[in-house]
């Protein structure tokens, strides 16, 4: 626990309690740093690295003694460096000054250079005790050349040697980030960050991301960390008010910003967090490639759909990230993407073989889609074993889930991820039906990618007694379900009975799905009657136990398999 007691000023103290409110964190003062001459000796007791890695030559304007130049301490509380050349930083790209501190009680001071100084731009932060990193802006059309430190410990130091306080570690040109975060043993955290106590029990982080900070072409992804599990809601506010349930397995929250709108509509972010579940980070920098499309399934619900010309968005489940999460544009779009694989993974009487386009094109499909990697192998496999003529759509699905990962080479035929998975749903489905597709089908994923779940799913169907069962296989069987496997007939009962509420899985089971069978089959009205008699009751009993064990193993529960919405 780091617990900063700072002296009289206005910044932030990052006491990092357990809890909010954030008065923790950083304040940014706008105060005047005097300059001072230049010394034309190179310092090189830190490094002052380029965006590329390259060192840059640098001098201090300070006489710091040689080999201490970045040691700072009584009598030494400010310095500047120059850099030999002016530098343009790229696009998407900021300072960062990283510091060692060795004694608590320090508020540091940054500018980044004369033109700056003069308009009284410094900037003010709380230095807690251990290494840190802070990122600074610079303004667009502005290029760098001298980064300006100033130490205020609040009360003198020892008198005789001297003691040194804090180390300037090193400075580099990085990629932009925004906001704060905890590291072992340390902490990042940016300019442009600000906290209020709008109500009691709550705080709010702005966080302000100009279109500038990021480079084009970049994947701006916003990432939320809390302490404490809770049946609580943060609020992200960014033009569009999203809430975010704190009951992750992670403890966190990942949503790519293209969720929110474009880096132009963007002027800041807002995140209101309760103080019991207690924000240890909040942050937005551009993802690496394997990360950029991590995020919670609930992004599909929200922001826009596929851009002009895209067929489909895509996300990986951060909780889960074997599984790929599809969002097709339209229902003949993801038709042609998955319908022939409906029918050759689910679909009695065409399990495993391939069907031409003029035999399944009168038939429905599905309106939304999971599978398994290992059956997409067995797919792909045999249609090139049979040099079966697939559409465009599936050898492009073919060659993203080869290069995702979730398929591969082998021999002859396709090796498969162990735990991979895909499921989608389509943007023409009203949002009611969005919302309960998006449930089933990301409860299929656990079943394939949790071995665990699926375990305790299969024992729950085959502890069925067969009088139970009969209705089961009567409803799949009418919407031409494989009723014959028991891996698929376990799969589908949990996904049915977790796609909503438990309290509402009677009502759904024995009056919806009752009023659909017995629309084409009147003639087992009675028959049904008295299976709901006996059975009404274990829908919802048997919901609350696959619910339960939801709750304890993910913190989803049965009706919304997501935090975002």
Not at 61 to 77: A, H, L, M, S, V
Not at 148 to 159: E, I, M, R, V
Not at 370 to 387: N, P, S, T, V
Not at 412 to 430: C, D, T, V
Request: proline share 6%.
């Amino acid at each position: 626990m780091i617990r900063l007691r700072i002296p009289k000023t206005r910044a932030f103290r990052p006491n990092f309690p357990l809890s909010f409110p954030l008065s923790f964190l950083f304040s940014i003062l706008a105060l005047f740093l005097p300059l001072y001459s230049c010394s034309s000796k190179t310092v090189t007791s830190f490094p002052w690295n380029s965006s590329e890695g390259k060192p840059l030559a640098f001098t201090q304007t300070k006489d710091f003694p040689e080999g201490q130049e970045n040691r700072f301490g009584p009598g030494r509380e400010h310095n500047a460096y120059k850099l030999v050349e002016a530098l343009v930083l790229p696009e998407g790209y900021m300072v960062a000054a990283e510091l060692s501190a060795i004694r608590e009680d320090l508020v540091l001071g940054f500018s980044l250079g004369p033109e700056l100084n003069k308009l009284g731009e410094e900037l003010r932060f709380a230095l807690p005790k251990g290494r840190s990193r802070f990122y600074l802006s610079l303004p667009a059309g502005r290029s760098l050349r001298v980064l300006s430190l100033n130490l205020d410990a609040g009360a003198p130091g020892k008198s005789g040697d001297f003691e040194e306080w804090a180390r300037l570690e090193s400075v580099k040109i990085l990629p932009s980030f925004r906001g704060f975060e905890e590291l072992e043993g340390g902490y990042r955290v940016s300019d442009g960050i600000s906290i209020k106590k709008p109500e009691p029990g709550a705080s709010r982080i702005s966080i302000q991301n100009p279109p500038a900070s990021f480079g084009a072409g970049d994947s701006p992804v916003l990432v939320l960390r809390y302490r404490q599990r809770a049946e609580l809601d943060m609020v992200i506010e960014a033009g569009t008010r999203l809430l975010a349930r704190c009951m992750s397995a992670n403890r966190e929250i990942r949503l790519p910003l293209s969720a929110l709108g474009t880096l132009e509509t963007l002027g800041s972010l807002q995140i209101t967090v309760p103080d019991a579940v207690g924000l240890a980070s909040a942050f937005i920098e551009s993802a690496s490639a394997d990360q950029a499309h991590l995020t919670d399934p609930g992004t599909l619900l929200l922001g826009e759909g596929p851009g002009q010309g895209e067929e489909y968005r895509w996300y990986r489940w951060d909780l889960l990230p074997s599984v790929i999460l599809f969002d097709f544009r339209n229902y003949d779009i993801q038709d042609a993407y998955l319908k022939r694989l409906a029918f050759f993974v689910e679909k009695r009487g065409f399990v495993g073989r391939l069907a031409p386009n003029q035999e399944i094109a009168p038939l429905h499909g599905w309106n939304a889609h999971d599978y398994k990697a290992e059956d997409l192998a067995r797919f792909f496999a045999l249609a090139e074993k049979q040099r079966f003529p697939l559409n465009p759509e599936e050898l492009r699905l073919r060659d993203f889930l080869l290069a995702q990962g979730l398929i591969h080479k082998k021999g002859g035929g396709y090796g498969f991820s162990e735990n991979g998975a895909i499921i989608s749903i389509s943007r023409e489905s009203p949002d009611y039906l969005r919302r309960t597709f998006l449930t089933h089908e990301s409860s299929h994923a656990i079943f394939f990618a949790d071995a665990r779940y699926r375990t305790f799913c299969i024992d729950l169907w085959n502890g069925m007694p067969e009088e139970e069962k009969w209705f089961w296989k009567l409803y799949f069987g009418w919407m031409n379900y494989n009723t014959a496997s028991s891996y698929l007939m376990a799969n589908e009962v949990q996904a049915y009975l977790v796609q909503q509420a438990p309290g509402r899985a009677g009502d759904y089971f024995t009056e919806t799905l009752v009023e659909r069978l017995l629309e084409h089959h009147p003639e087992l009205e009675e028959k049904i009657a008295r299976y709901m008699e006996e059975f009404s009751g274990s829908f919802e009993a048997r919901a609350k136990v696959l619910d339960s064990w939801l709750r304890s193993n993910y913190g989803f529960k049965a009706g919304s398999i997501y935090f975002l919405r």
